[in-house]
C-alpha cells in the first residue's frame, strides 16, 4: 500500500532564505509525482509534476527533484518570500491507478 | 487559472440530509476526480469518472456517488451525511493518460451539523 509522508509538518523561516521541503513515498511503482501549494481554506495550486522518467523540473524559484529508486522527492524553495506561505502537499500517482496519494503537507510561514 | 469550477463554495447541512455538489471541468479534460480533505488532512481519493463512467474508487461507503455527464462535467451526490462529512470537497480534472497533470478547483466546504 502506497504512503506518502512529508517532513517537516510545519516551518517557519525568515524571508530570504532558500529551504527544502521533503516528500518520501514506500512504493516506488509511480507514474509521476505532483507538488501543490494550497492556501488556508483554499483549493490546490499545481506547482510541479515530475513523471517517472525525470528527475528534476523547475519553475521560476522552485525546484522538484525525483528520486524513484529512494522514493524521495524534494521542492526547493529560493529566496523564500512572505507570499510563499502555504501548505505545500506531495502527492503520487501509483502505477495501475488514476488517483492521487496526498501526504498531509507541510505548512510554511515565511517572516518578513 | 486552472479552469476547474465548483459550487457551491460552502454550504451547511443537517446530519441525515443529502448533498449535491457541482464540478466543472477544465476545457478539453474528460476526467474528474473527487476528493475529501478533513482539516489538516491531506485530500482523501473518493472516486473518478472517465467518459460518464467510474472507473476506480476509493474506501468510502455507497453513500457517496457520483455522476459525469457527456461535457465531462460532474456531481458528488452525499446521501444520509454524518458529522464526520464535515470537509473541504475537492474536485480534480485531468485529460487522458495516467501522466497528465491534474488540475483542482477551489472546493466546496462541507459543514454537517
Known amino acids: 500500500k502506497q504512503e506518502v509522508t512529508q517532513i517537516p509538518a510545519a516551518l517557519s523561516v525568515p524571508e530570504g532564505e532558500n529551504l527544502v521541503l521533503n516528500c518520501s513515498f514506500t512504493?516506488?511503482?509511480?507514474?509521476?509525482l505532483q507538488w501543490f501549494r494550497q492556501d488556508p481554506g483554499k483549493g490546490l495550486t499545481s506547482l510541479l509534476l515530475?513523471?517517472?522518467?525525470?528527475r528534476e523540473q523547475t519553475s521560476g524559484r522552485l525546484n522538484a527533484s525525483l528520486d524513484k529508486s529512494s522514493g524521495r522527492s524534494t521542492l526547493y524553495i529560493a529566496a523564500s518570500q512572505p507570499g510563499d506561505s502555504a501548505t505545500y502537499l506531495c502527492?503520487?500517482?501509483?502505477?495501475?491507478?488514476?488517483?492521487?496519494?496526498f501526504g498531509t503537507g507541510t505548512r510554511l510561514k515565511v517572516l518578513a | 487559472e486552472t479552469g476547474v469550477t465548483q459550487s457551491p463554495t460552502h454550504l451547511i447541512k443537517t446530519r441525515g440530509q443529502q448533498v449535491t455538489l457541482r464540478c466543472s471541468s477544465q476545457?478539453?479534460?474528460?476526467?474528474v476526480s473527487w476528493y475529501q480533505q478533513a482539516l489538516g488532512q491531506g485530500p482523501q481519493f473518493i472516486f473518478q469518472?472517465?467518459?460518464?463512467?467510474?472507473?476506480g474508487r476509493g474506501n468510502f461507503p455507497p453513500r457517496f456517488s457520483g455522476l459525469q455527464f457527456p461535457n465531462y462535467s460532474s456531481e458528488l451526490n452525499v446521501n444520509a451525511l454524518e458529522l464526520d462529512d464535515s470537509a473541504l470537497y475537492l474536485c480534480?480534472?485531468?485529460?487522458?493518460?495516467?501522466?497528465?497533470?491534474?488540475?483542482f478547483g477551489q472546493g466546496t466546504r462541507l459543514t454537517v451539523v
Open positions: 469518472y472517465y467518459r460518464e463512467e467510474e472507473n
Open positions: 502527492a503520487v500517482r501509483p502505477g495501475g491507478t488514476y488517483k492521487y496519494i
Open positions: 476545457s478539453g479534460h474528460n476526467t
Open positions: 512504493d516506488s511503482a509511480i507514474y509521476n
Open positions: 515530475i513523471q517517472s522518467s525525470q
Open positions: 480534480a480534472s485531468s485529460g487522458q493518460g495516467a501522466s497528465t497533470e491534474a488540475f
